[in-house]
């Protein structure tokens, strides 16, 4: 058994976003030649997230609807009163995306058998960006035994 | 250290149901003799869904109802417009059932100590079916030192 | 690769409130020791949850308002009827906390480099009392190798 790590960069878009990380990760588990474990995917921001689910062009839509729904951008947040705050000239009013990163997930784990992700079929690994344009990162972790 | 994996098979009942797996997943480690270390619950659905809470009768309805009144069956979603989407002609409309799997969890991580899950007195491993009834998969994966 | 675990004890305050973490569990991976690996954190009861985002004074107060919109206390909850059910005398009507709790996670894997939690620059490891004020613990796993 050993552990590899590596940080996967994301250039992402305006607004929110919904990215599909399962190719890239599925490559890179074949790079490092992880058979049979796990793989750790860990959000390394305060306003991105993961989910595991059906990457669907009209699902993007209801679920982009369905965060804004919970949590409004335009409701009254006291993280958004930048003047009472200690805060950078370029800094934000991004409450919204922070309440939209709890409603999701920071860290997922995904068994893997015979050097393949065992995901369901309809499955995908989303990464959320909820406050963009950014560079981001995500971190991925493979423990298990290797090639 | 080793690490053994195994799929759990769950036929559910119609709609959003809630099952206990904790019996099932506590008799699995015994099986395999797992001492200590722990388990990852991976639900292998977009429309299944893990928790880990108590499993109290009229609990579940308030959660039955908390999951409706946050993501409503009835609602419009771009999701649910089938003759715009390449699908089988049994697709259900689930956009629902996509969301709140998205607001509960896909993989929960839980320690085993001395071969018992160290879950709190009143936690169960719950397995929600959010589109039933279908033939259901969890995989449970064993991780740390075996007997 | 070896595994060590640990339960940390947290005594709450009074209703809904917000700890940081980050600062023991840092602590406690250069007591033992980690270098490379991972830290599951488990949250062991019903009514506590964890999540990983920004510890911002006013953000704090944000989170509390969100959870209190989702699941407010004073909305018809079933598991509220105490008469109903067969509990201690001193059980409290604590639905919402149960929903709250969901909503948010029970487990989370934080990956570790070089003896550090690998988290980004605003990411604190946050643990939520729903319920208090009670006696609480959360369970700490450290993965991976050894000093």
């Not at 960006?129 to 981001?136: A, K, N």
């Amino acid at each position: 058994m050993k552990i590899k790590s590596e940080l996967l960069n994301i250039e992402t878009e305006t607004g929110i976003q919904i990215y599909n990380l399962t190719p890239k990760v599925q490559d890179w588990i074949e790079r490092v030649g992880l058979q049979n474990g796990q793989i750790t995917l860990f959000s390394r921001h305060t306003t991105t997230a993961l989910a595991i689910n059906e990457y669907e062009e009209r699902l993007l839509v209801d679920i982009k609807a369905y965060l804004n729904k919970l949590a409004p951008e335009n409701d009254r947040y006291l993280h958004n009163d930048l003047h009472l705050r200690v805060v950078p000239p370029d800094e934000p009013m991004n409450a919204h995306s922070h309440l939209m990163a709890m409603t999701l997930s920071t860290s997922e784990v995904i068994p893997v058998m015979d050097s393949k992700l065992a995901l369901g079929t309809w499955q995908s690994l989303l990464f959320f960006e909820l406050d963009g344009p950014r560079q981001r990162t995500v971190l991925v972790q493979a423990l298990g035994e290797f090639e």
